[in-house]
């Protein structure tokens, strides 16, 4: 068969051939591949810079993807701890990590979506005490996992959303999703009554969004819990101490190993059915495997892109 293999880190996968891969344990099945998102968590543990990366190469990048099983049904796979990914024409997965897809689902909707919507749905729903009438603030609100960090909230039942983020033509968009103000980082303060911060951004930007938000609060021992999802302005936060003195601030982590595999599966099926019907605005496109190389390293697009054999 042929896959996109990484040879090496920080080099761009190159289609070619590449053994079958051998189904060994009892739950596990060899499927085909039909659409496999190119999420920055897929890009990350490829180049070895995210926490659970092993590291080790060649590898065949992929976190999840939508697959046909040999009886025709598709499924919504997600793959952990192996080097096999799901950018190939086949792959194996562990059924009990895989979920079956509603009829009518499109493969590159769903491969788009699942991966940055879970990343909210789970957040809201399993790692924290999110309650309908609360206020959120999704920080970094204009990349993929934000515009449906935005939505989720909505759907969930949030009086207000807040969207921060710093394009401003991206940030136009949002109220249209669903999000009340849609602010640049300079305008945080406007959001200071905000009950949770959805943050997809870390590194200095949310540093130093702390505390103009929680000098601006209304109520500073009304508690705000900042969850951290995403890292794209860096791994590491320089939080000043008067951040966590100066108002009720719990900063709490959400992601593999915070939560269990039980409850990411958990929660799929309903946000499976909500991408299928059309509830969330998935901006998807496709990528054949002579565009892996180029798109890999594409960075620029709204669009989510997925890989399609």
Not at 153 to 168: L, Q, T
Not at 284 to 293: F, L, N
């Amino acid at each position: 068969m042929y896959a996109a293999v990484i040879t090496e880190r920080g080099t761009p996968p190159v289609h070619r051939e590449h053994p079958e891969p051998v189904a060994r344990g009892e739950h596990e099945r060899v499927v085909e591949v039909l659409a496999a998102g190119l999420h920055h968590l897929t890009r990350s543990k490829a180049e070895g810079t995210h926490y659970s990366a092993t590291g080790v190469f060649p590898i065949v990048p992929g976190v999840d993807a939508v697959v046909r099983e040999p009886s025709g049904r598709l499924r919504y796979a997600i793959l952990d701890d192996t080097d096999l990914g799901t950018f190939a024409e086949r792959t194996v997965i562990d059924v009990r990590r895989s979920i079956v897809l509603p009829d009518g689902a499109d493969p590159v909707r769903i491969a788009a979506a699942m991966n940055p919507g879970m990343s909210s749905w789970v957040a809201l729903r399993r790692r924290i005490d999110f309650r309908a009438g609360q206020r959120v603030l999704v920080l970094g609100a204009t990349g993929s996992a934000g515009r449906m960090a935005v939505q989720i909230a909505k759907r969930f039942g949030a009086a207000e959303v807040f969207a921060v983020g710093r394009n401003a033509a991206r940030l136009a968009e949002l109220p249209a999703l669903g999000a009340d103000r849609a602010l640049t980082f300079e305008e945080i303060a406007a959001a200071a009554d905000a009950d949770v911060v959805l943050d997809f951004v870390w590194g200095e930007p949310a540093a130093g969004a702390m505390l103009p938000l929680l000098t601006a609060r209304a109520d500073r021992s009304t508690p705000l819990t900042w969850v951290q999802i995403g890292s794209m302005a860096g791994p590491t936060a320089p939080i000043p101490s008067a951040a966590l003195r100066k108002a009720r601030l719990e900063i709490v982590g959400s992601g593999i190993g915070s939560l269990s595999a039980r409850d990411f599966l958990a929660e799929l099926p309903e946000l499976a059915s909500a991408v299928t019907e059309g509830a969330l605005d998935v901006r998807a496109r496709a990528v054949t495997p002579s565009g892996i190389a180029e798109a890999w390293n594409d960075h620029r697009s709204d669009e989510r892109l997925v890989y399609v054999p």
